[in-house]
T-cell receptor, first 116, second 112 residues
Framework: NAGVMQNPRHLVRRRGQEARLRCSPM?????VYWYRQLPEEGLKFMVY????????ESGMPKERFSAEFPKEGPSILRIQQVVRGDSAAYFC??????????????FGDGTRLSIL | SQKIEQNSEALNIQEGKTATLTCNYT??????LQWYRQDPGRGPVFLLL?????KEKRKERLKVTFDTTLKQSLFHITASQPADSATYLC???????????FGTGTSLTVIP
């Protein structure tokens, strides 16, 4: 999935620590989406951002999770005080500016978060 | 509540045959439906998009149908090859802010 870059690919944290996941969208894309995927489950929408704006965070847990997409730099998904249940693969996707719902999403290869 | 169902069982087919995967949904009236391919350890890759007013869409060996009355999409891979082995996901728009709901996926194995 050249284009959308996520790092790190694997992240190990102990319970109570913070996890920061980064996503650089494809060049020219200013819409970013974060998803969580658990084994045997589908991709679950978490949050949709544009530059400096959170458009839809209806899929984000109310506590400990936050996301940003600053004017400069990558989008960040931040999980504070991680718990074992946060272990999952987190995917970022991007799409072009203003293209609406008829555009495909371009995914990165995800960050696998493991909580010890 | 919203619900998207794909073939719950893994699908094994012989090379050269046509693979047919299903995606059923309830409580939606999506304007668009997309299909993605996901390989182990990788992110989903977009394959096809079909609009509610399109009955069928083709791309090389792939064909997608969209029946808004049955609330079902079928995804066909003709002349299947071992390289087609992957998990295939359907995704529906829910009419708000580019948000898509994904099915749990169907694992396809093409046996040489």
């Amino acid at each position: 999935n050249a284009g959308v870059m996520q790092n790190p690919r694997h992240l190990v944290r102990r319970r109570g620590q913070e996890a920061r996941l980064r996503c650089s969208p494809m060049k020219g894309h200013s819409h970013v989406y974060w998803y969580r995927q658990l084994p045997e489950e589908g991709l679950k929408f978490m949050v949709y951002l544009q530059k400096e704006n959170i458009i839809d965070e209806s899929g984000m847990p109310k506590e400990r999770f936050s996301a940003e997409f600053p004017k400069e730099g990558p989008s960040i998904l931040r999980i504070q005080q991680v718990v074992r249940g946060d272990s999952a693969a987190y995917f970022c996707a991007s799409s072009p500016l203003g293209q609406g719902r008829n555009q495909p999403q371009h995914f990165g290869d995800g960050t696998r978060l493991s909580i010890l | 509540s919203q619900k998207i169902e794909q073939n719950s069982e893994a699908l094994n087919i012989q090379e050269g045959k046509t693979a047919t995967l299903t995606c059923n949904y309830t409580n939606y009236s999506p304007a668009y439906l997309q299909w993605y391919r996901q390989d182990p350890g990788r992110g989903p890759v977009f394959l096809l998009l079909i609009r509610e007013n399109e009955k069928e869409k083709r791309k090389e060996r792939l064909k997608v149908t969209f029946d808004t009355t049955l609330k079902q999409s079928l995804f066909h891979i003709t002349a299947s090859q071992p390289a087609d082995s992957a998990t295939y996901l359907c995704a529906l728009d829910i009419g708000a802010g580019n948000q898509f709901y994904f099915g749990t996926g169907t694992s396809l194995t093409v046996i040489p």
